[in-house]
């Protein structure tokens, strides 16, 4: 139902989208979800996501919130019930491996040390105390870094402006800055994705994807 209700959002508003991963994986094989999939994906390039933060604006069928980092598209109905679809945007890579490895370091920098309150994840449980202890001073000293470099601004906001590929050279390679860490690893062909979209059939209804969309699982996976 979120996903046909984003999808009617798009279209009024001329926007191009593409069902991702999972959800593109189980509608290429049978026209509908992995059966032990528990989520729906959806992707935009940064350009459409723009097109989506401007029709939001007088458009209330869909709200885009923001769950550490990452979008999520639901229905004003389904406010409580947690019933969402994950948004990933695509940004090109800038070809500059520093660039690319500034940006990295710019949007973990923001999650570890202001979304986590300053706390460092994943601690061994038999580490040193002493260890432990300057972790934690270091980690709270990131924090308050963290508050002075942001310095009021909307977290979001600046992640968002931080990773966009603004004045640099495209390396003509996809990732995902906006959502989880992990996903900055997964990388695919700007080119093979730019070829276009087409209407599939997904559980009685079309949806749109990319044209290419085999070579982007193939990509992804």
Known sequence: EVILAFDTFCRKHNIKYSIADGTLLGALRHGDFVPWDDDADVMVTREEYNKIREAIKTDDSIHLVKLRFLDRIILPKYEEEGYYIDLFINDEMPQSKFQFKKKKLVTHFLRCYFANGGKLNHRRVNENIVVRAAKNSLGYLMKMFAKIYICGRDVFELNDEKV???????????????????????????KSYDEGYEDIPFRGARVMAIKNAATFLNEMY
């Open 164 to 190: 966009k590929l603004g004045s640099n050279k495209g390396s003509g390679i996809y990732t995902r800055f906006t959502s989880r860490m992990y996903e900055t690893n997964r990388r695919f062909n700007k």
